[in-house]
């Protein structure tokens, strides 16, 4: 019976746990379990009380992608590192679509704001120039087609380039 308590009272202390974390912003499931095994939890405690908040509504991958994402689009990264980061917490099948088109439009109008923020609006630039400004977006998770169609929209052209 002490054995039943002591589960019920570890169980009671995780679900605190978990709703402190969530009351601060959203979180993965897998971001919940790492946070908690981290404090010294164990798997088999910590499992069916995220199940639990799962089931309460308290904790909803769905919602914790889409603040994730809100959170990184505003931060200026693109698809790839969004989607990487997103799986990398535990959320493998997410469209960022809907929530690209509310809040920024387009990848393509996110990438320009991005590009034009750290770069000036130069149409004529040498080939390193070209290849480190579209490192740059490649790094904030930019794909070679958004980075093409960006510098196609702008009109840079390389300097010496054959028209």
């Keep these: 019976m002490d054995n039943a308590k002591t589960g019920d009272s570890q169980s009671s202390v995780i679900k605190q746990v978990c709703i ?34 799962v ?30 980061e997103l799986r990398k917490n535990g959320v493998n099948h997410f469209d960022l679509e809907p929530v690209v088109i509310k809040n920024v439009g387009s990848w393509l109008e996110l990438a320009e704001k991005v590009y034009l923020k750290k770069y000036d609006d130069e149409v004529f630039l040498e080939r390193n120039e070209w290849a480190k400004r579209s490192r740059f977006l490649m790094q904030r998770g930019f794909t070679s087609n ?18």
Excluded: M
Excluded at 28 to 49: I, M, R, W, Y
Excluded at 55 to 84: F, M, V
Excluded at 149 to 163: E, P, Q, S, V, Y
């Design 20 to 53: 402190r974390l969530l009351a601060n912003r959203e979180h993965s499931k897998k971001d919940l379990l790492n946070k908690l095994l981290a404090k010294g939890f164990q798997e088999e405690s910590v499992l069916p009380v995220i199940e639990q908040l």
């Design 55 to 84: 089931k309460e509504g308290w904790q909803c991958d769905l919602r914790y992608a889409e603040s994730y994402t809100r959170y990184r689009l505003l931060k200026g990264y693109g698809p790839s590192y969004i989607n990487y």
């Design 146 to 163: 958004t980075i093409n169609t960006l510098f196609d929209h702008l009109n840079i052209k390389f300097l010496g380039a054959h028209r």
